[in-house]
Nanobody, 123 residues
């Protein structure tokens, strides 16, 4: 069982930045591909970004390419999501995910989810 705990959400003005963190409770963190999804009120879940266990492969949703960067520190069991040039449409609950399969992470069907952290971008 892997527990994921997100942090770093909050309220920011449009054009600002936030960095989300997700800490995983596992001794084999590097074996897990990690990712982020988001869900805005009244909308479906949307893929944001994913990163492979070694950090050598990254994948981004079209709406965040060029603005968001996913990274990881395997020594700290942590994955990060640096969000720049934030827009009001980025407002959502952001969820961290983990799975041995990168495909499942990208598809939003991982074995493990965090509880989420709220990001609100004001115009």
């Amino acid at each position: 069982q892997v527990q994921l705990v997100e942090s770093g959400g909050g309220l920011v003005q449009a054009g600002g930045s936030l960095r989300l963190s997700c800490v995983a409770s596992t001794r084999t963190f590097s074996r897990y591909n990690m990712g982020w999804f988001r869900q805005a009120p009244g909308k479906g879940r949307e893929f944001v970004a994913a990163i492979s266990g070694a950090g050598t492969i990254t994948n981004y949703g079209d709406s965040v390419k060029g603005r968001f960067t996913i990274s990881r520190d395997n020594a700290k069991n942590t994955v990060y999501l640096q969000m720049n040039s934030l827009k009001p449409e980025d407002t959502a609950a952001y969820y961290c995910e983990a799975d041995p399969s990168l495909n499942r992470v990208v598809a939003g069907g991982p074995n493990y989810w965090g509880r989420g952290t709220q990001v609100t971008v004001s115009s």
